[in-house]
């Protein structure tokens, strides 16, 4: 069996980050989202994948290379304008040839992996398993409907969805689907959807298994999706220190902090709370819960918490940063000493900020 991960897209949602860079790329625990979506295939047995690279391709061929230093073996795969999940499928029928393959989309995150899901194609051969899982803004995904335990229709973004069943972005096909993507035309956003592919597998009677997520499933498309995905992510963080901390420093619950990493006197932090290699924490600087910090990073005084501030930025400032995504190579300052009730932020790489 053959992996599809897919990196494509304009990532507009996640601007002004994702103007100088893949939304793949972005970190999660410090970790690039894309990463969780290689290893669960990697985790699941499958070493041949395939990545969709769209028109934004900046830092993923940088991050994965061949796939070698993670045990897979990589082959890059064109789709120069984000033309829809089956369209992505259409352009890959060379790589997967006649196998059948996961197709994972690589912005999303599974607590629980992809193994059940693909114990259950192996044990019964059908035409395709689907992930789902409820949610509650159904209008932002495919949707699943259902009667007696088997599919009736699959909408893509319904405007008036009759179900709360979303697909969650983890499929497993036959090299069947081929046959019902030639079958389907594109959509009212110009996109051949994969919702449409499905359902032609449906109507022409052919065996899908849906697959309830078990655990909890993030899409990252928006800030606040990212942030979230964050915190769930750290709710398992496993404490470490493999840097220096200096007198006069409070840390309470999981705190994990990177080699080369300095924390000065006066700081409290408060995990869950992941720090990079190489950072420099304080004097007299507070880092609240769920807050990812990359390497390189300086932080010096205020308050810090919900956020996630990526490698090489400084923040210098007396103010409370909450909830905020921060990019690569960013300055804030302040010459205020008060500090405010908040400032929430999402900054774009290679910015200046004074607060």
């Known amino acids: 069996m053959k992996g599809l991960l897919l990196a494509g897209g304009y990532g507009t ?5 994702t103007y100088t860079g893949n939304k793949h790329t972005l970190p999660v625990a410090n970790k690039p989202i894309i990463l969780y979506g290689l290893e669960h295939l990697k985790n699941a047995g499958i070493k041949n994948i395939g990545i969709i690279l769209g028109p934004i391709k900046e830092g993923v061929k940088e991050l994965i290379g061949d796939g070698s230093k993670f045990g897979v073996r990589v082959t890059y ?7 829809g999940l089956a369209h ?4 890959s029928q060379n790589f997967l040839d006649d196998d059948p393959f996961v197709m994972y989309l690589g912005d999303n995150l599974l607590k629980s992996g992809i193994g059940p899901l693909l114990d259950d194609f192996k044990k019964t051969n ?3 398993v689907i992930a789902v899982s409820k949610v509650e803004n159904t209008q932002r995904f495919g949707i699943v409907e259902m009667e007696d335990n088997k ?3 699959l909408v893509e973004k319904p ?11 983890v499929y497993l ?6 046959e019902a993507i030639e079958k389907i035309k594109p959509s009212w956003r110009n996109e051949l959807e994969i919702t449409d592919a499905i359902q032609e597998l449906v109507n022409a009677k052919q065996e899908i298994h849906v697959h309830f997520v078990s655990g909890w499933w993030k899409d990252t498309g928006k800030p606040e999706d990212l942030l979230e995905a964050n ?21 309470q619950g999981n705190v994990r902090i990177g080699a080369g990493t300095i924390i000065k006197e006066g700081c409290c932090l408060r995990g869950p709370i992941i720090i990079g290699n190489n950072c420099k924490i304080g004097p007299n600087t507070y880092i609240g819960p769920y807050t990812s910090i990359g390497d390189n990073v300086t932080i010096s005084g205020g308050e810090v918490e919900y956020s996630i501030v990526m490698p090489e930025t400084t923040i210098n400032c007396e103010k409370r940063i909450i909830n905020s995504l921060i990019g690569r190579n960013v300055s804030i300052i302040s010459s205020n000493k008060s500090i405010p009730p908040g400032h929430k932020l999402i900054i774009g790489d290679r910015s200046f900020v004074s607060l």
């Open 77 to 83: 795969i064109e789709q120069n304008e984000p033309r």
């Open 88 to 91: 992505a499928v259409k352009v």
């Open 151 to 153: 599919i009736i229709r």
């Open 126 to 128: 059908p035409a395709a």
């Open 159 to 169: 405007k008036s969805p009759k179900s709360d069943l979303a697909l969650v972005g």
């Open 13 to 17: 949602r996640l601007r002004p980050i």
């Open 231 to 251: 915190q769930l992510v750290l709710n398992d963080l496993e404490p470490k220190n493999e840097g220096e901390i200096l007198e006069n420093v409070i840390i």
């Open 173 to 178: 096909f036959s090299p069947s689907i081929f």
